[in-house]
């Protein structure tokens, strides 16, 4: 690990435009299905961070052949039979969408892997993928009788499924959609509240079929797919870092293009507009698979608000830097229904209230978020960003407001989502 990193603290403002890395989930999933597909397929914007360069060489240890090309990158796909046994491990790294997607794929597959992560990855419960994938015959296990890695698969002839997901997750729906391609019938997958949607648009832009209404989902095994070319939008959960700085440090207006802009990912948008900020959307008039846009924030006079229910799915990586807005904001702010913080790659609900503090935000956690009052001045401290990508950048952007030395632990946590975080902030102030 790096030394602490002094952070830049008290921002006179943020102007210009910054263009955000690639998608993280469309990234994951482009090499997924393009090592799948017949036919070669050219990832365009590909997002070269520490995640998605595992779910890279995870392929290529099952025989993909996988060329880089700067930000692009051309997947040479065979087929789903045209995988092959893995002669090592499979691993992860600190990526839970290669551990829950690829074990749906692998659970097709007739041969034996074993996949493995990082320190974190091993607390995050698996049990949510593998017991779904073993209802439709899948073999596998893992430790404490599959609920962690390692997870052993012994991939195989798979049956359709009829499925009601028990938590809101786009991993764990995405996982059993990969078991559902490969699965002799028609599976129906329910999910409780709409999650993000990647998985299925990819499957369309790759010439397969997927229908999904009223948050049910049904998906017709044995499908193959076709190698095509994949614009990757710009990472909304990446630029939502840059959209909160524009709204809360002083004289500041920030210009995002080509951002993502699905609607199962846009809940920091709305949340932005309810407490008030100054923002604009303009869409751009593209027949992609997946809709992109500008986004240009300004310096708001926000106010707090509720935030619960089923908006919590389309924000659910943003809600650090959602509560970094709360300590700006007039009133009180509560967010409820984020239970899934707690098993993200940190209890996201403990580290976000007990880093906050440390600067000052008047700021408790609950059983299911946390409650936020606002207005309060940030000091400075030493945080830590507990290894946690999303709590380091939160964290780098509340130091723009304190006037007090800010130090940030493991600091280089951002790699795994934003390599180029910290030059491109230093770029626009």
Known sequence: MEAAKKLAIGSKGLRGQITVPGDKSISHRSIMFGAVANGTTVIHNFLRADDCLSTMACFRKMGVEIKEEGSTVIVHGKGWDSLQEPESILDVGNSGTTARLMSGILSGRPFHSV?????????????????????????????????????????????????????????????????????????TITEPVSTRNHTETMIGKFGGEITSENNVIKVKGGQDFHGTEVQVPADIS???????????????????????????????????????????????????????????????????????????????????????????????????DAEELKVKETNRIDAVVSQLKILGADIESTEDGMIINGKTSLRGGTVDSLGDHR???????????CNEDVELKNAEAVNISYPSFYSDLASLG
């Open 391 to 401: 709590i380091g950048m939160t964290l780098a952007i509340a130091a723009l407001l």
């Open 115 to 187: 996949i493995v992560g990082d320190e974190s990855i091993a607390k995050r419960p698996m049990k949510r993928v593998t017991g779904p994938l073993s209802l439709f015959g899948a073999d596998i296990d893992g430790r404490k009788n599959g609920q962690y890695t390692p997870l052993a698969i012994r991939g195989g002839e798979l049956s359709a499924v009829d499925y009601n997901l028990t938590v809101a997750s786009a991993q764990v729906k995405s996982a059993v959609i990969f078991a559902a391609l490969q699965a002799e019938g028609i599976s």
């Open 238 to 336: 990446s630029g939502a870092f840059f959209l909160a700085a524009a709204a809360i440090v002083p004289d500041s207006k920030l210009v995002l293009p080509g951002l993502g802009l699905n609607p199962t990912r846009t809940g920091i948008i709305k949340v932005l507009e309810e407490m008030g900020a100054k923002i604009t959307v303009e869409m751009e008039d593209s027949h992609d698979f997946e809709p992109r846009g500008t986004v240009t924030v300004e310096t708001s006079s926000l106010k707090g608000i509720d935030i619960g229910g089923d908006i919590i799915p389309s924000l659910i990586d943003e809600i650090p830097v959602i509560a970094l807005l709360a300590t700006q904001a007039e009133g009180r702010t509560v967010i409820r």
